[in-house]
């Protein structure tokens, strides 16, 4: 297994909304854990955008009904090639 490679702030806020859409490599994911476990500021930067983020989907549209997302899937399988 590889060591994690200690990252700064500024390359582990270049991935914070990476992070918190879950859109980051597993690697990338463990060394900017690990730099939150010992970087009060950027961990205080996590807690702010994860509330916000939060607090935006509390107001923000109505969710999408799911029988819409389905018929957009099957459009989109339909538009395969085969």
């Known amino acids: 297994m590889k060591s994690i490679r200690a990252i700064g702030c500024r ?5 914070l909304f990476s992070y918190l859409d879950d859109q980051i490599r597993v690697m990338k994911r463990r060394e900017l854990e690990q730099h ?25 549209q109505p969710p999408i009904p799911k029988s819409f997302v389905k018929r957009i899937k099957r459009l989109l399988q339909d538009l395969k090639p085969e």
């Open 11 to 15: 390359e582990a806020l270049e991935h």
């Open 36 to 60: 939150l476990t010992r970087c009060p500021a950027c961990s205080a930067r996590l807690n702010f955008e994860q509330e916000l983020k939060a607090r935006l989907r509390q107001v923000g």
